[in-house]
């Protein structure tokens, strides 16, 4: 396990080294975690001016921290959870901005995994996107010691249709009944090892955050009985809440307010009891998920 003075200290970034919050929630003391995996969500980077509570330049920066906290930690994989740019006025200053997000996250000495964000599509098609992060499909599977990672595509209309584009509305949100199908049949597969799934829009609300169909995919995850937890970004807070027995966390979006405090990136860790550990950096709050 790590010590807590390494766990509070940041190693390299573009400006040297910025101290890091204690972490509000302590994980089991007795054991050892099988698997680490870095995660973050909401980057929104953009080669443009602040706007509001967006830093848009700054994300490189705080994303640059985040790989090098992982590294340290020796994680085997990271996750972000969609919206890795902002929208840009054309397809050629998008790949721009997604490829210098992309070549920060390559620095990371482990597999890389993503979910796509609404953003991430603005003004791109989804084939785009997939051909600059170099992968085949927007849903998938993957592997943890001991556990297996599922990732879903929120990034759909109510009547199934792609996201991409500027041709559709950020608020209606849909996982298409093709993708539900797989889930399920994901879920009866192997050696019915816990799941831990992970998605862009939320699953756990009932407003224009939430997928609109977050019931039908909620049946399918509690029918299954291996799903233990959702992660889940899009909304810029961080919250919680269980629901049929499935603990719902959504984590605060990286790129709101200046670096370096007003940054948000996490590792979560996998216990042989089936517990998990968030423990969060900056403005990510640590949680302390029970074994399902």
Not at 69 to 87: E, K, M, P, R, Y
Not at 132 to 137: K, L, S, V
Not at 275 to 290: C, I, K, N, P
Request: with cysteine.
């Amino acid at each position: 396990m790590l010590k807590e003075n390494v766990d509070r200290r940041i190693f390299l970034t573009q400006a040297g080294a910025w101290l890091l919050p204690a972490c509000a929630a302590q994980p089991p003391a007795a054991a050892e975690p099988v698997a680490r995996l870095g995660i973050v969500t909401d980057i929104h980077y953009a080669d443009r001016a602040t706007a509001g509570t967006r830093q848009y330049r700054d994300s490189i920066a705080k994303l640059t921290e985040a790989v090098a906290q992982w590294n340290s930690q020796q994680v085997d994989a990271v996750i972000q959870l969609g919206d890795f740019v902002d929208a840009s006025p054309t397809v050629e200053l998008e790949l721009a901005d997604l490829r210098r997000v992309v070549g920060v996250l390559r620095e990371v000495r482990a597999p890389r995994y993503f979910a796509i964000g609404n953003h991430c599509v603005f003004t791109l098609t989804k084939p785009q996107f997939l051909e600059a992060w170099g992968a085949e499909r927007s849903w998938y599977a993957f592997p943890l010691p001991g556990y297996r990672g599922i990732v879903l595509d929120s990034a759909f209309t109510s009547d199934g249709r792609p996201y991409g584009g500027r041709e559709f509305d950020w608020r209606d949100a849909f996982v298409p009944p093709e993708q539900l199908e797989w889930l399920a049949a994901e879920l009866r597969r192997g050696g019915g090892e816990p799941a831990v799934v992970f998605v862009h829009h939320r699953l756990d609300g009932d407003d224009h955050y939430t997928v609109r169909n977050a019931p039908a995919v909620r049946a399918v995850l509690e029918a299954s009985g291996r799903v233990i937890a959702v992660f889940q970004g899009h909304n810029h807070i961080n919250d919680y809440r269980m629901i049929g027995g499935i603990q719902y966390c959504t984590l605060k979006a990286m790129v709101d307010g200046p670096p370096p405090d007003s940054s948000a990136y996490g590792t979560l860790e996998f216990y042989p009891d089936r517990g998990l550990h968030l423990h969060g950096f900056r403005l990510l709050e640590s949680r302390r998920l029970a074994a399902g």
